[in-house]
């Protein structure tokens, strides 16, 4: 299993703008459920800390594969929702490791895939 971990902040000049925008998030992302093949697994967090250097939102996704994560990267729905969110982050984070039987495996090359 793989697990695609990625973390936002949003923008918003008031609290009310970045609470629309992390909202908008979660919609467009909890409307991939069900369309992607291979995904497993999809949650939203919102960050509830308010600690200044914590990021706004988290992303949290489970794949059977590699390559059903590679599929995700190029699907038209993740497409759609990437380029739809394309002016609502500012910074984003992301980690891709593999699950073995309690084991967890780092990888890299799937770069710029949320």
């Avoid at 697990?3 to 925008?21: L, S």
Wanted: aromatic share 8%; net charge negative; proline share 2%.
């Amino acid at each position: 299993m793989i697990r695609h971990i990625v973390m936002w902040d949003v923008h918003g000049g008031t609290a009310e703008e970045k609470q629309r925008n992390v909202e908008h998030l979660q919609r467009c992302f909890h409307g991939l459920r069900g369309c992607i093949p291979g995904l497993l697994h999809l949650e939203v967090g919102v960050d509830a800390s308010q600690i200044d250097y914590a990021c706004d939102v988290v992303l949290y996704s489970e794949f059977e594969s590699w390559e059903a994560l590679a599929a995700y990267a190029v699907h038209p729905e993740h497409l759609r929702v990437r380029d739809e969110l394309a002016g609502v982050r500012i910074a984003r984070h992301q980690v891709d490791y593999e699950v073995r039987a309690g084991r967890v495996r780092a990888e890299h090359g799937t770069a710029g895939i949320a």
